[in-house]
């Protein structure tokens, strides 16, 4: 027997084109990733998180000389949104990011690990979590629930 993964996304040429509740998200997250700390691999990402209060809250990359200390932006964002509003479902993620030293210029992804910790909040409130992303320019992509992202993790989701 032999199955198949498919996941589907939204794929949006221009910010304008998004929903205006994700424009203000995708703008939050830009503006965020002007604040990240990176002065180590000068790549400044940002991401921003709605809740079902309608709360934004933001997180960009925090670097540290000894490297794993550090933080991606998402992780502060996502953490930084259960230690504030523990009661509050994560509704979205808008994640953006750019680079003194080259053009981004396709939506830039959540790591692994970000991806576990994302799908853990989803299945924590049993709330999928629209995933938004996109490069400094160029297309914006819009996943509809981190399990698209992490397939066979929590499953139940469905
Ligand atoms: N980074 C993020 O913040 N999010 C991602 O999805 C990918 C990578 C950060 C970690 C590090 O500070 C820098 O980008 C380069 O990898």
Same mark, same amino acid.
Request: hydrophobic share 40%; proline share 5%; glycine share 6%.
């Given at each position: 027997?032999?199955?198949?993964?498919?996941?589907? @996304?939204?794929?949006?040429?221009? *910010?304008?084109?998004?929903?205006?509740?994700?424009?203000?998200?995708?703008?939050?997250?830009?503006? %965020?990733?002007?604040? %990240? @700390?990176?002065? @180590?691999?000068?790549?400044?990402?940002?991401?921003?998180?709605?809740?079902?209060?309608?709360? #934004?809250?933001?997180?960009?990359?925090?670097?540290?000389? %000894?490297?794993? $200390?550090?933080?991606? %932006?998402?992780? !502060?964002?996502?953490? $930084?949104? $259960?230690?504030?509003?523990?009661?509050?479902?994560?509704?979205?993620?808008? #994640?953006?990011?750019?680079?003194?030293?080259?053009?981004?210029?396709?939506?830039?992804?959540?790591?692994?690990?970000?991806?576990?910790?994302?799908?853990?909040?989803?299945?924590?409130?049993?709330?999928?979590?629209?995933?938004?992303?996109?490069?400094?320019?160029?297309?914006?992509? !819009?996943?509809? $629930? #981190?399990?698209?992202?992490?397939? *066979?993790?929590?499953?139940? *989701?469905?």
């Amino acid at each position: 027997m032999k199955q198949d993964i498919t996941i589907s @996304y939204d794929v949006f040429d221009r *910010l304008e084109d998004l929903s205006p509740e994700d424009q203000k998200l995708l703008e939050a997250a830009t503006k %965020a990733a002007k604040d %990240a @700390y990176a002065p @180590y691999s000068k790549f400044h990402v940002g991401a921003a998180v709605l809740t079902d209060n309608g709360n #934004i809250i933001v997180g960009n990359n925090q670097e540290n000389l %000894a490297y794993p $200390s550090g933080l991606c %932006a998402e992780r !502060v964002a996502v953490f $930084s949104t $259960s230690a504030l509003y523990p009661n509050q479902k994560i509704m979205a993620i808008a #994640i953006t990011a750019f680079s003194e030293q080259f053009v981004t210029d396709k939506p830039v992804s959540p790591c692994g690990a970000c991806r576990q910790v994302l799908i853990e909040y989803e299945i924590r409130d049993n709330q999928p979590i629209r995933c938004i992303l996109r490069g400094s320019t160029g297309q914006i992509f !819009v996943f509809k $629930s #981190i399990h698209d992202l992490l397939p *066979l993790q929590g499953n139940f *989701l469905g």
